[in-house]
């Protein structure tokens, strides 16, 4: 089973991820820059750690980010996983290949139509309730649960597929209502996929420019919006601060899932042994 | 396991949050301010409102390395909370007010755009009596083009086009435009990355006016640029600080504000005024139509005129201040900085961007786009896509014959 890799292929693995993570090893290097030069590297220093700490204006866009991408991700999360069950609960083909291509469309449509099409029907409705700043965390919140969702949806149908539509007629001839046989035997068996459905939708509205972009409001901005604003004098070395702590926290996280994964499949392995 | 993933991913996430929320608070309540003006009027019943402000990126002074947070203090002194939030050009500004949906109070366009907003009934009068500090603003400022009669703006920021050179690159001490165009230099001299700032180089050189609407006039700029275009080594925004800074390149058309803190990290830039003359630039606080709380507004923009937070801010853009009180004060770190504010005999000939008609406009995007294409530089790459894209169709086709045989 075990081979080697030979020197060409070594090679061509080390090519391509030192295109993966170069940029991001350069932005790591310079945010412990002593001098605000993306250029010059004088000495390091945590002086733009302790700067990103007192930029009150980066933490409330930080804030506001984060409020947004957890309270969207997960709303989107809960929507789309009902909307997978309802999806599959279809008996015609056609019916439910149809109401898939419906929920797909978001997803393929370019961001910027699904941006400027939301941002006229939210003014609209503000001009109709006669509300004049309608654009803003509301309006944000919504547009961001809406372009999750299709992808909550793409990952919790195909582990509903596999489920055997057995498991909770059994469940109920268990005794169970048709609601405890969901919560007890079908959702464990879809964590999984709902599981990267969230985390999918977390990363996408996390880092949504061009949607956000034309349904924000004055008092919503997020830290995408504010690092594209700072593009006409310079970005300041306190975003690659930020930007090192966020990628620092998303790979903690990745870890952290592989481990608990490896962890299950373990026991799931020793569980089989013993059933031997 | 993967609820308990899950629920510490939830939880972590709003810790963070609520965490971040403490931080900013902390900070909001640092700065304090100190000046008391004679102030006439009672601003109390404005206690707990909210000021929308919409503003460039990066172009108030806000707390960071040391500086004064010019917005905790404004909450602090009249318990107005500031809703901030920004753009990164004038088009996105026009974009987002015409687009409604949303309410701003203060915004801060420059010259150009000022005089489409008030075209286009887009802007409030702003009531001057509320505005003492007016007073500060000096004199050469006052009565634009775009706002002859003082009624819509009050000025925050000005600025002049010059080049930035490396001493040890370019010898002497150039003084004309036609730096850019010196074959010496080739393949080390910049430009800027958009038509209008691109196309007034060429027109200050050949000395047009850069408002012209005579396409003859649009036509000898474009000469001059595919005569340049040969010699540039990119055509750049704000890559010109690293590409300066690194010494990548030698000669660049920006901002004296910008040029300074370039100076900061490469001592060997220097600066000069174009003799031809050169653009100059206001951006102005101004009140948009339907703004809901224009008496905080007024209340704001007097207060970025009170001489301790225009230096701050001054002292944080590092662009020119319109304001006499900064130019005397002496906590001013640029006072009487001779790039920012050269003196009388060495002034250049200035001219302000008007908003050019359309067909005009047409006419100058056209040219500039003939003049990205102009330049082979991309015909390599193109072959080299045309070549990959052939390999692949090959492989392809290869395959498809190769499993047709097998079968």
């Known amino acids: 089973m075990k081979t080697k890799m030979s020197l060409p292929s070594k090679l061509y693995t080390a090519m391509i991820l030192l295109f993966l993570y170069a940029p991001i090893g350069v932005l790591i290097a310079f945010s412990f820059n002593a001098s605000n030069s993306t250029a010059v590297f004088e000495g390091f220093s945590f002086k733009w750690y302790g700067e990103l700490f007192r930029d009150s204006m980066t933490l409330n866009a930080l804030r506001n980010t984060l409020i947004i991408a957890v309270g969207s991700s997960v709303f989107a999360t809960v929507l789309g996983t009902a909307a997978a069950v309802g999806i599959n609960a279809y008996k015609s083909k056609p019916i439910k290949n149809s109401v898939m291509s419906v929920t797909n469309i978001p997803m393929m449509n370019p961001e910027i139509v699904t ?26 919140l919504i547009a961001h649960i809406t372009f999750n969702l299709p992808y909550v949806i793409l990952n919790v149908l195909p582990k509903l597929r596999q489920t055997d539509v057995h498991l909770s007629e059994a469940a109920m001839d268990l005794g169970c209502t048709p609601a405890k046989a969901f919560f007890k035997v079908v959702l464990p068996a879809i964590m999984p996929g709902i599981l990267s459905g969230l985390i999918m939708a977390f990363t996408l509205s996390l880092d949504d420019f061009i949607i956000s972009h034309f349904v924000s409001g004055p008092a919503s901005q997020t830290l995408p919006l504010r690092i594209y604003a700072m593009t006409k004098k310079r970005v300041t070395p306190d975003m690659y601060a930020l930007s090192t702590l966020i990628f620092v926290t998303i790979l903690l996280l990745l870890l952290l899932t592989n481990l608990s994964q490896t962890r299950a499949d373990k026991k799931a392995n020793k569980i089989v042994k013993i059933a031997k | 396991m993967m609820k308990k993933f899950a629920a510490v991913f939830l939880v972590l996430m709003s810790v963070l949050s609520l965490s971040l929320t403490a931080f900013a608070d902390e900070t909001t309540t640092a700065a304090t301010t100190t000046t008391t003006p004679a102030e006439e009027k009672d601003y109390s019943h404005l206690e707990g409102t909210t000021l929308y402000v919409y503003n460039w990126g990066e172009y108030i002074s806000d707390g ?91 000025p925050y920021t000005v600025g002049m086009v010059g080049i930035i050179y490396n001493t040890k690159v370019v010898d002497g001490t150039p003084d004309s435009w036609s730096l850019m165009w010196d074959e010496k230099y080739s393949g080390q ?21 850069a408002n012209s609407e005579a396409p ?48 900061d990290n490469n001592p060997d830039l220097a600066f000069f005024y174009p003799k031809e003359g050169t653009n100059i630039f206001m951006d102005s606080m101004c009140i948009p139509k ?30 020119a201040s319109p304001n006499t009180a900064v130019l005397e004060s002496d906590d001013y770190e640029l006072k009487g900085n001779e790039y920012l504010y050269p003196a009388e005999g060495d002034k250049p000939e200035t001219q302000y961007f008007h908003a050019l008609p359309k067909t005009t406009l047409d006419l100058m995007n056209s040219y500039w786009n003939e003049l990205g294409i102009a330049g082979s530089s991309n015909t390599a790459l193109y072959i080299a896509l045309a070549g990959v894209a052939v390999v692949v169709i090959a492989a392809f086709v290869f395959a498809a014959v190769r499993k047709k045989k097998r079968a």
């Open chain 2, 216 to 263: 003859a006039d649009w036509e000898a700029a474009f000469e001059k640029l595919k005569e340049q275009k040969p010699l540039i080594q990119n055509y750049v925004m704000d890559e010109v600080f690293n590409k300066m800074e690194k010494g990548e390149a030698a000669i660049a058309p920006y901002y004296a504000g910008d040029f300074l803190s370039m100076a």
């Open chain 1, 115 to 140: 941006g400027i099409s939301m941002m006229f029907l939210f003014v609209f409705i503000g001009r109709m309730l006669s509300v004049s700043n309608v654009l803003g965390f509301w309006t944000l």
């Open chain 2, 290 to 319: 339907g703004a809901a709380n224009k008496e905080a507004a007024e209340l704001f923009i007097n207060f970025m005129l009170e001489p301790e937070i225009a230096v701050a801010n001054a002292d944080y853009i590092c662009y």
């Open chain 2, 189 to 209: 001299i910049l430009n800027f990355n958009n038509p209008r700032d691109a196309f007034s180089t060429a027109q200050f050189l050949l000395g047009q006016d």
């Open chain 2, 64 to 154: 960071s390395e040391g500086s004064l947070n010019v917005l905790a203090a404004f909450k602090e002194k009249y318990g107005i909370t500031v809703q901030y939030s920004m753009y990164d050009s004038n088009e996105d500004l026009y974009a987002k007010l015409a687009a409604g949906g949303t309410n701003y109070d203060v915004i801060i366009p420059s010259d150009y755009m000022i005089a489409r907003l008030v075209a286009e009934n887009m802007l409030e009068k702003i009531d001057f009596d509320n505005i003492p500090n007016y007073q500060y603003i000096a004199d050469e400022h006052k009565s634009t083009y775009f706002d002859p009669k003082n009624e819509y703006s009050v």
